[in-house]
């Protein structure tokens, strides 16, 4: 399944970057992806379109201790983590 998420951050969004890079075991132990992310102007919000094997690998990823010590230590606001939408069909140009 394919979701779109957003949540602000308090850090750069080449901080944000380097905090996925080090995630990757994390995402890869819960079947998760990143396709794409972006930032808005002012780099305070983050929005990304992932890709999860089940919900349940989704909800042990961002409940995981470790997973959101490290968030935390990056810059995220993880009460502003919300899932907006699942996706069915995108393109990437």
Not at 9 to 15: D, G, K, L, M, P
Request: proline share 2%.
């Amino acid at each position: 399944m394919r979701f779109l998420a957003t949540f602000e951050i308090t850090c750069s969004f080449e901080r944000w970057l380097k905090l996925v890079d080090d995630l990757k075991p994390h995402m890869d132990k819960h079947g998760l992806k990143l396709i794409t992310a972006m930032s808005n102007e002012d780099q305070t919000r983050v929005y990304d379109l992932g890709e999860a094997e089940t919900m349940a690998g989704v909800e042990a990823f961002v409940t995981d201790p470790e997973v959101m010590q490290m968030r935390r230590d990056a810059g995220v606001i993880l009460e502003t983590h919300e899932v907006i939408t699942a996706i069915s069909e995108y393109h990437i140009f």
